[in-house]
């Protein structure tokens, strides 16, 4: 942080420039690129899915390629372009970027926007990360199920442009945070792969008839109160859980709220803990089936279904064998040929899981919980290391991108 500070004051201090993302760069949508088109070998190609799913703040190199005919095609990416992705069902998600840095040019899809620049490309994408970003795009994300921006209102936004040598000097510091992340990111995965395996050896072991997911217990769905009726929703209100909200965690922390109203003149009803919640419809099962243990009571919404188990089934010993089957299940039951993606009911609730006695259901559920707490509770072990080190690396970016403005700008 020294030479950072020592470059601000020798080279901007009395404050940096503040420009529009229009005035330093162009914006250019994207085109004709489906992920039909994709191959695994070809001219790089980048899918505006992937961004939300595989790129990071920057990359040298493509997942996937397509037909270099094809591609000519195609509007591209130069090295130092920014690929952003302009659609999401999660706000937090708009215009999530990565800086292209391959040799060659990169074929972009539609639902995404090519920004060419003249700043340093990992300052800009770092720029996209931070509070200031996602604080002046919000006003200007529309639609209701799909939620975009446009280039237009992109283009508006405003970003401090410091000298050049300082934007580098930012880009080495958060690099070196991102580097430290990544280390413990990758330990922590080996982890969760001992986890997992540890999880089907137990699985494996149990004996007992197989039982579908119908008999365990009454799966309730929900629905969403209207937004437009304020008298139904309240920030101090009844849980209701939705589908961004299931995690392949316990989860205890749920965004949304309703109020008795809502109960009362919709078909909203409360679902005791411990509860079992999947995920049934939403594009995110394109890649997994989301999973979580509910341990608050709750509502849910119209695209999650939550299992209020009967007696003799231990609702953490069922979350434990979904999460054991749920890339089985996902590939046997999601239907990926409409819009968005869906399970399909019939053969979901047929689906069978070894059912032992209660005794050896808490049992099994006792000794992988240990487990998950160290490789999934953010409060202890590698978890909480990586939310000090991410918490650390925000503050740090945030400050990082912060500057006095000059006077007169």
């Keep these: 942080m020294s030479r950072f500070m020592e470059l601000v004051e020798e080279q901007c201090p009395q404050g940096v420039g503040f420009k529009t993302l229009g005035e330093v760069g162009s914006f250019i949508r994207g085109n004709g690129l489906q992920k039909s088109d994709l191959t695994d070998v070809g001219a790089p190609a980048i899918h505006y899915g992937q961004i939300h799913t595989y790129y990071g703040t920057w990359t040298d190199h493509t997942k996937s390629f397509v037909d270099p005919a094809k591609a000519e095609r195609l509007r591209r990416a130069k090295s130092g372009d920014l690929v952003i992705a302009t659609?999401?069902?999660?706000?937090?998600?708009v215009a999530k970027a990565t800086a292209w840095l391959g040799e060659v040019e990169a074929a972009v899809s539609g639902d995404a926007?090519?920004?060419?620049?003249?700043?340093?490309?990992?300052?800009?994408s770092y720029f996209f990360q931070t509070e200031q970003f996602q604080s002046q795009k919000m006003p200007s994300i529309t639609?209701?199920?799909?939620?975009?921006i446009s280039g237009e209102a992109l283009a508006k936004i405003r970003i401090p442009v410091p000298p050049l040598e300082v934007q580098r000097e930012i880009v080495r510091i958060l690099d070196t945070f991102s580097e430290l992340e990544a280390e413990l990111e990758a330990e922590l995965e080996a982890?969760?792969?001992?986890?997992?395996?540890?999880?089907?050896?137990?699985?494996d072991q149990v004996e007992g008839e197989s039982v579908a997911l119908v008999d365990l217990g009454k799966w309730q769905g929900g629905v969403t109160p209207s937004t437009a009726n304020p008298d139904y929703w309240s920030s101090d209100g009844i849980p209701w859980l939705a589908s961004m909200d299931v995690s392949d965690t316990s989860t205890d922390e749920i965004r949304g709220r309703v109020t008795a109203l809502a109960l009362k003149e919709t078909s909203l009803k409360v679902i005791p803990a411990p509860s079992v919640a999947v995920v049934m419809r939403s594009n995110i099962l394109r890649r997994r089936l989301p999973i979580g243990l509910i341990t608050v009571d709750t509502t849910v919404n119209q695209d999650v279904r939550a299992l209020i188990p009967r007696n003799g089934v231990d609702a953490d010993y069922v979350y434990q064998a979904l999460c054991a089957d749920s890339e089985q299940i996902r590939t046997s039951c999601v239907r990926t040929d409409g819009s968005m993606a869906a399970v399909e009911s019939g053969s979901f609730f047929s689906w069978e899981i070894p059912l032992p006695s209660l005794e050896v259901q808490h049992r099994i559920?006792?000794?992988l919980r240990m487990f998950d707490a160290l490789v999934n509770d953010l409060t202890v072990g590698l978890p909480a290391e990586i939310r000090a080190r991410r918490q650390q690396y925000e503050y740090y970016r945030d400050r990082l991108l912060t500057f006095k403005e000059l006077p007169g700008e």
Aim: proline share 2%; charged share 35%.
């Design 87 to 93: 659609t999401s069902e999660d706000d937090g998600a």
């Design 113 to 124: 926007y090519i920004f060419r620049h003249r700043l340093d490309p990992k300052f800009v």
């Design 143 to 148: 639609g209701t199920k799909v939620r975009r």
């Design 191 to 203: 982890r969760r792969v001992q986890y997992a395996y540890l999880r089907q050896l137990l699985l």
């Design 365 to 367: 559920a006792d000794r």
